[in-house]
C-alpha cells in the first residue's frame, strides 16, 4: 500500500486541479510565506475525513472552497482526491457484523466534495459512501483518525500540549488500536441497540402474557371438554346402540301382542254377535206349550160343567129312584144327603170363584138356586111309571155325559201328554241356552280383559313413544355436544339382551358428562384454539428471538471484553516498544537525558456518554465513577533538573515531541507522515539529526514534508514548488533542489 497522487480542485487557495505524485518516500513542498503549502497539508487532511473546521483553517464548509480572485471566479465546491496503490490488498471494510472484506481494487481512490452550503460527500473508488466508511477503511491501514500522522504547522508540540487521554487516545490510533476501539463503540451501540430491543421484546412479551394465560387456560378448558367428548362419545355409542336395539325389541314386542289381542278380540266379538243372534229365537215351544196349557184350562172348564151336570143328573137320578120307592112319602133329608147337597154347593161355588165369565157365574147361581129349592121341595110322586120313564130317561142323559166326559178326559189326557213332551223340550232348550249364556258371560270377560290389556298395551305404547322420543332427544342433544361422530353408535357392537339397570348407569354416566361440558362449554374452541397457537407461536418467536438478543448481548460483552482486554495488551506492549525508541530518539535528539512514557489512571464522573452500557450491569453510585487512562510523558533533560514540560523551551518541546512522535511512527509505521514545518525550531545541529530521522522513517513510511529547512529539503527525492500566480491562486511545480533552496531563501 503506497500513497499515490493526491488531486486538489478548487479547496482553498488551488482554484485549479492541481496533482501531486509521491513518488518518492519523502516528498517536500517547498514554497514563500502565504503560497498555499499549509493548504496542501488541509487537503490532506480534509481528503481523509478530518471533521474539525479549526484543523483546517476554517469555521464553515465555504471556507474551504476557493474564495475567487481578481482574475479567478470562486468555485462552487471543492474537491480532493487521494489515491493509494492497492497492489497488494491490504485495504479492508468492515462490515456490520465486524468482519473485514477486502476491497478488490488496485488503486483506492478517496474523494470528498464540500459544496458552499457546506454538504459533504464521500466518494471510494467512484460510490457515494459515508464518512464512517471512510473512517473504517483507513484504520484498515493504520491511518487513524486522531491525525497523528499529519502535524500541522505549529503543532509540532501538539503531543506534550494534548491531556493525558487525548495522548493516550494518539498512542493507541499510532499503535493501530483505534480500529479495535472502533469496533468497541460499534459494539456498545450495537449493544444498546439490542438492550433496547430486549426491553421492547420483553414488554411485549409481558402485553401478550395475561392474553397467552388466558387463551391457555381456555385451551385448557377445551382440551378437557375434548377429552370429555371423546368419553361422552364412548358412552353415547353404548347406550345408544343398546337403547335403539331396546326400543326395537319392545316395539316389536308390543306390536306382536297388539295383533294377538287384536285378532283374539274380532274373534271374540263374532262369538258374541253369533251367541246373541241364537238368543233371540225365542222359543216356539214356549208360545205352544201356554197355548196347550190355556186348553186344559178350558178343558177342566168344561169337565166341571159336565161333572156338574153329571152330578144334576145323578142327583135327580137318585131323587127319582128315591121317589119311586118311597112316594108320596115325606121326603126327610138324612144327613148324607144334606152333606151331598153342601159338597154339590160347595164345588159350585169353588168353580165360580176362578170364573171370570159373568155370564158363566150367572148360570152357576142359577144351578146353585135350584139345588136349594129341591133341598126344600117335599115332592111327591104320584105315578111310579111316570118316575121309571123319568129315571131311564136320565140315565141316558147320566150316560150321553159320561162319555162326553170320557172324550174330554181323554184329550185332556193327550194334551197332558203334549204339554210333558213340551215342557221336557223347553227344559232342554233351556239347559242349552244356559249353557250358551254361560258360554256369552265368559266371553264378555275375556274380551273385558282384552281390552283393558290393549289399553295397557297402548300405555305401553305411549310410554315406548316417550321413550323413543328421549332418545330422539338424546341424539339430537349428543350431536350439538359431540357432531355427526354420534351417528357412530350404529356400529357399536351389542347384545341383544339390554340390560335396563346398566343402562340407567350408562344415562347416569353421559348425564354427568354433559352437565360437565356444558359448564365447560366448547363454543367457538377453534377459534380460540387457533388465536392461541397464532399468540403462543408470536410468544415463542419472541422468547426465541429474547433468547437470541440475549445471546447476542452475551457476546457482544465477550466481544467487547476481549477487545478490550487486546487494546489492553497491545497498549502496554506498545507503550514498552515506544519507550524503547523514545529514549533512543530522545537522548539521540537531546545528546542524552532520558524520556518515557507512563500510564497514568484519574478518576472521572461519569457522564452520560456512549459507553452507558457499561452502567446497566451496576446501577450502583459507585459506577458513575469511571477510570480513565491516560499518558503522562515523562523527560529528564541532560544536565538539568527540570523535568516539566512545562518548563522546557520552545525548541526543546519539539524536539521531545519529534522524539516521540518518531518513537511512535517506528514502532507502528503510519503509511504516511506529514510534518509542516515540524523542524522550524531546530538548530542546524539538530535539523541534521532530524533528516537522519527522517530518511530512518522513510524506510517503513511515506514522508510529506513541508518546509523551510534547507537540510530537510536534501533528504527529499521529489520537490514540489507552491507559488502564487499572476490569476492570484496557488501554482504548482517541481523544482530542483537548488531552486528549493533559492525559494526556502
Ligand atoms: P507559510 O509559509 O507562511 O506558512 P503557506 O505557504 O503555508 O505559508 P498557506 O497558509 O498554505 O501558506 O496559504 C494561505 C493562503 O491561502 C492565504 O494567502 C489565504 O488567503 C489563502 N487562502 C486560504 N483560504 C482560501 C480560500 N478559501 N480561497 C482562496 N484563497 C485562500
Redesign the pocket.
Known amino acids: 500500500m503506497r500513497l499515490k497522487n493526491l488531486e486538489i480542485n478548487g479547496f482553498?487557495?488551488f482554484a485549479k486541479k492541481t496533482v501531486l505524485e509521491f513518488q518518492h518516500p519523502v516528498v517536500s513542498i517547498v514554497?514563500?510565506?502565504?503560497?498555499?503549502?499549509?493548504?496542501v497539508v488541509e487537503a490532506l487532511r480534509f481528503v481523509l475525513g478530518e471533521q474539525s473546521m479549526k484543523s483546517m483553517r476554517g469555521s464553515q464548509g465555504a471556507?474551504?472552497?476557493?474564495?475567487g480572485s481578481k482574475n479567478l471566479p470562486k468555485s462552487s465546491r471543492a474537491s480532493v482526491t487521494i489515491y493509494f496503490d492497492n497492489s497488494d490488498n491490504v485495504f479492508k471494510l468492515s462490515n456490520e457484523t465486524g468482519e473485514n472484506l477486502n476491497l478488490n481494487y488496485d488503486v483506492i481512490s478517496i474523494s470528498r466534495e464540500v459544496f458552499s452550503d457546506g454538504l459533504n460527500k464521500y466518494i471510494l473508488n467512484g460510490s457515494e459512501v459515508r464518512l464512517k466508511d471512510i473512517n473504517n477503511l483507513l484504520s484498515s491501514v493504520n491511518i487513524g483518525s486522531s491525525g497523528h500522522h499529519i502535524i500541522s504547522?505549529g503543532e509540532a508540540d501538539r503531543i506534550l500540549n494534548a491531556s493525558p487521554k487525548d495522548r493516550r487516545e494518539m498512542v493507541e490510533d499510532a499503535l493501530g488500536l483505534k480500529i479495535y476501539q472502533y469496533k468497541i463503540k460499534e459494539a456498545g451501540r450495537k449493544l444498546e441497540r439490542t438492550a433496547n430491543n430486549m426491553k421492547e421484546v420483553s414488554l411485549l412479551r409481558r402485553e401478550n402474557a395475561p392474553h397467552l394465560n388466558f387463551l391457555r387456560k381456555q385451551v385448557d378448558k377445551f382440551e378437557k371438554a375434548k377429552e370429555m367428548q371423546v368419553s361422552l362419545l364412548s358412552l353415547y355409542n353404548e347406550y345408544l346402540k343398546k337403547e335403539s336395539i331396546y326400543l326395537e325389541n319392545e316395539k316389536q314386542n308390543l306390536s306382536n301382542e297388539k295383533n294377538k289381542i287384536v285378532a283374539e278380540l274380532e274373534s271374540i266379538k263374532d262369538k258374541i254377535e253369533s251367541v246373541e243372534e241364537e238368543n233371540i229365537i225365542e222359543s216356539e215351544k214356549e208360545k205352544q206349550l201356554k197355548d196347550l196349557e190355556r186348553k186344559v184350562n178350558e178343558i177342566r172348564h168344561v169337565k166341571g160343567e159336565i161333572e156338574r151336570k153329571l152330578g144334576r143328573i145323578e142327583g135327580m137320578i137318585e131323587m127319582e129312584e128315591r121317589r119311586e120307592k118311597k112316594a108320596p112319602a115325606i121326603v126327610v133329608k138324612n144327613p148324607e144327603e144334606i152333606k151331598a147337597i153342601f159338597d154339590e154347593i160347595a164345588e159350585e161355588i169353588e168353580v165360580a170363584i176362578v170364573e171370570e165369565n159373568v155370564s158363566e157365574i150367572k148360570f152357576i147361581l142359577l144351578r146353585i138356586k135350584d139345588v136349594l129349592q129341591k133341598f126344600n121341595q117335599t115332592e111327591e110322586k104320584t105315578e111310579n111309571h111316570s118316575i121309571n120313564s123319568e129315571i131311564l130317561e136320565l140315565k141316558n142323559d147320566q150316560q150321553r155325559i159320561l162319555s162326553e166326559m170320557q172324550n174330554i178326559t181323554n184329550e185332556e189326557n193327550k194334551i197332558f201328554e203334549s204339554i210333558q213332551v213340551l215342557r221336557g223340550q223347553i227344559r232342554e232348550e233351556k239347559e242349552i241356552l244356559h249353557t250358551k249364556e254361560k258360554e256369552r258371560f265368559n266371553f264378555r270377560v275375556r274380551n273385558q280383559e282384552l281390552t283393558s290389556h290393549l289399553e295397557i298395551i297402548s300405555v305401553k305404547e305411549y310410554n315406548l313413544s316417550k321413550q323413543q322420543e328421549s332418545f330422539e332427544n338424546e341424539l339430537r342433544e349428543g350431536s350439538i355436544l359431540i357432531g355427526n361422530d354420534i351417528l357412530n353408535y350404529k356400529n357399536f357392537e351389542a347384545s341383544l339382551e339390554v340390560d335396563r339397570g346398566l343402562q340407567e348407569e350408562l344415562k347416569r354416566k353421559i348425564e354427568r358428562i354433559k352437565i360437565k361440558l356444558e359448564d365447560v362449554g366448547l363454543g367457538g374452541g377453534a377459534d380460540v384454539l387457533k388465536e392461541y397457537e397464532e399468540v403462543s407461536q408470536r410468544d415463542s418467536f419472541l422468547a426465541k428471538e429474547m433468547e437470541d438478543l440475549a445471546k447476542s448481548i452475551e457476546s457482544l460483552r465477550l466481544l467487547i471484553a476481549d477487545l478490550k482486554e487486546k487494546i489492553d495488551i497491545e497498549f502496554k506492549e506498545g507503550i514498552k516498544k515506544i519507550n524503547i525508541e523514545f529514549s533512543k530518539f530522545f537522548s539521540l535528539m537531546f545528546g542524552g537525558g532520558e524520556g518515557y512514557l507512563s500510564v497514568v489512571t484519574e478518576n472521572k464522573k461519569k457522564k452520560n456518554n456512549e459507553e452507558s452500557f457499561e452502567t446497566t450491569r451496576d446501577d450502583s453510585g459507585e459506577s458513575d465513577i469511571i477510570f480513565e487512562q491516560g499518558i503522562e510523558i515523562n523527560v529528564t533533560l541532560p544536565h538539568k533538573k527540570v523535568k516539566e514540560l512545562n518548563a522546557l523551551s520552545g525548541g526543546e518541546r519539539s524536539l521531545t515531541s519529534i522524539a516521540l512522535l518518531f518513537a511512535m511512527s517506528q514502532v507502528n509505521p503510519p503509511p504516511f507522515l506529514v510534518l509542516d514545518?515540524t523542524d522550524a525550531a531546530l538548530d542546524e545541529a539538530n535539523s541534521r539529526k532530524y533528516g537522519d530521522m527522517l530518511e530512518k522513517l522513510s524506510h517503513h513510511s511515506q514522508l510529506v514534508v513541508?518546509t523551510h529547512n534547507r537540510e530537510t529539503m536534501s533528504r527529499a527525492g521529489i520537490l514540489y514548488g507552491?507559488t502564487v500566480g499572476a490569476d492570484g491562486a496557488s501554482k504548482l511545480l517541481s523544482v530542483k533542489l537548488d531552486e528549493a533552496k533559492a525559494i526556502a531563501k
Open positions: 482553498k487557495s514554497g514563500p510565506n502565504g503560497s498555499g503549502k499549509s493548504n471556507d474551504l472552497i476557493f474564495k504547522q514545518e513541508v507552491v
